[in-house]
């Protein structure tokens, strides 16, 4: 009898044990809890408490914040990264101040590295070529002339005029 109670204590502790390193883990990861985490070219939404008058950026090149209306604001994610977003009242109070995590969506993207060069393709679920910043300049030069081509075509349709490279 003597063994069972130090047996208990073991298992009892146990849950006690998960909680402290679950914890431990936890606690350098609680700052990314509030992080607004947007994917390359996409948007998300954020609603205000109250109305912003005024927002800043602190790397612009990261992402980009597009105002709705007074209380909505639309984060779109233009290169990975980190920067913040601090969002002002009327009264010059602060809204709110938090950090944008640009990432890739590593789900579809695959990238395809040949020594030095490196090309992005998005799968979902053939695959496409894609710009990603990083990209070989050789490779993202003949996706974005793909791309203007496409747009071109598309602009020509909604005008009502033909193409220029048709």
């Not at 944008?100 to 579809?108: H, P």
């Not at 990603?132 to 005008?159: C, E, R, W």
Request: glycine share 8%.
């Amino acid at each position: 009898m003597g063994r069972q109670p130090r047996v208990f204590s073991r298992i009892a502790a146990l849950p006690l044990l998960a909680v402290i390193c679950l914890t431990s883990w936890l606690a350098p990861h609680a700052a990314l809890a509030g992080d607004i985490r947007v994917t390359i070219d996409e948007a998300k939404l954020i609603r205000l408490e109250r109305p912003g008058a005024e927002i800043i950026i602190g790397n612009p090149s990261i992402a980009d914040v597009a105002v709705q209306s007074g209380r909505l604001l639309v984060v779109t994610g233009k290169s990975f990264g980190f920067t913040n977003m601090i969002v002002l009242d009327g009264a010059g109070n602060e809204i709110i101040n938090r950090r944008i995590n640009v990432e890739q969506d590593s789900k579809r993207v695959v990238v395809l590295q040949r020594g030095p060069i490196r090309q992005s393709l998005h799968c979902a679920p053939h695959c496409n070529a894609t710009l990603m910043p990083g990209d070989d300049p050789d490779y993202n030069q003949n996706v974005t002339k793909t791309i203007s081509s496409k747009f071109g075509v598309a602009q020509s349709a909604l005008d009502g005029t033909q193409a220029a490279n048709q």
